[in-house]
């Protein structure tokens, strides 16, 4: 079946958070009480020296004091060669690159480390792949083989589930180090885990008008005199973790402003009130059945056939 934009989008975040979940208290051990913090999420790993062209784009990078684990998470379970390429780029990362990286995400004031690293490794996360599969796969399917083998070249492969496992299905680390044994032992994933994490990598405008409402919108509940926000400090507030486009920040509040759930007050600021609710709760599903952009065209046409209709009686 083919998902629809929005529900790629809201599958992507229950993938990131999902994984996210494995480093709080609500996982079993969670990675936290091994000394792993993320420090960074959608780094931009790049070396451009002398018979170097690497851009790494990892999801989400784990860190311990040590150990730098570039991670890419999938909401699916197919192998492509997109995959393939992603993970042949963060296997190019050295040590160098990745702790002025590191350094670039200003670890040392968000975590107790200061930033070395003493070893690099890649992981891919499936959902819903599992020990059975990969067996069955790779004895009958020649081009399963082949990308499995490919894969496991370059990165570690695990899968994830709710209430399940994150563990290893895989290919081997680099080095052995407590980060490596911990990620080997596997660890035990909540069946609910929270939202830590709003939005994908991409950040377009139905999952921004989703996270909008799920932080700003809802709360007009509990304000009689509603709640007012800014573009600037919706970017803010996603920031330094999400680089919000203004054009596609633009896109989600006028559709917000269309379907009824907010209203313009001046210059790029807006207001959620308590007979906004409906149309707040609403946003959900009508970004799942339709893109943001389709809506707002499709919305436009009508008004002007409208128009026109009024314009030949």
Not at 98 to 108: S, T
Not at 114 to 130: A, K, P, R, T, W
Not at 133 to 151: C, G, H, K, P, V
Not at 212 to 220: K, L, P, Q, S, Y
Request: charged share 30%; net charge negative.
């Amino acid at each position: 079946m083919t998902l629809t934009a929005g529900e790629r989008q809201r599958r992507e975040v229950n993938t990131y958070n999902l994984f996210y979940s494995a480093v709080t208290a609500r996982a079993d051990p969670p990675l936290s009480s091994r000394g792993v913090r993320i420090p960074v999420m959608f780094p931009v790993f790049e070396d451009a020296s002398e018979g170097r062209d690497l851009k790494a784009e990892p999801d989400i990078v784990l860190y311990d004091g040590s150990t730098c684990v570039l991670c890419e998470i999938k909401s699916g379970n197919n192998i492509s060669e997109r995959d393939i390429d992603q993970m042949a780029e963060c296997a190019k990362v050295s040590i160098e690159t990745a702790e002025e990286e590191l350094k670039n995400a200003q670890v040392r004031d968000k975590t107790e480390y200061d930033g070395s690293v003493s070893s690099v490794e890649s992981i891919i996360v499936y959902q819903d792949m599992d020990e059975d599969t990969i067996e069955e796969l790779y004895s009958d399917s020649e081009s399963f083989r082949e990308a499995f083998d490919r894969l496991t070249t370059y990165a570690v492969l695990m899968t994830q589930d709710y209430g399940g496992n994150l563990r290893v299905l895989g290919g081997e680390f680099n080095d052995d180090g407590a980060m490596q044994s911990a990620l080997r032992v596997g660890v035990s994933l909540p069946e609910n885990p929270p939202d830590e994490i709003m939005l994908t990598e991409g950040m377009e405008p139905e999952v921004l008008a989703m996270a909008v409402t799920d932080i700003w919108g809802e709360r007009a509940l509990d304000h009689e005199d509603g709640v007012r926000v800014s573009r600037a400090e919706v970017r803010d507030f996603f920031a330094p973790r999400h680089n919000v486009r203004a054009g596609d920040l633009e896109l989600a509040f006028e559709f917000l402003q269309d379907i009824g759930a907010c209203e313009k007050v001046n210059t790029h600021r807006y207001e959620f009130r308590r007979e906004h609710m409906s149309a707040i709760l609403g946003v959900e599903e009508l970004v799942m059945a339709q893109r943001v952009e389709e809506y707002l065209r499709e919305d436009d046409q009508s008004t002007f056939d409208s128009f026109g209709d009024d314009g030949t009686n």
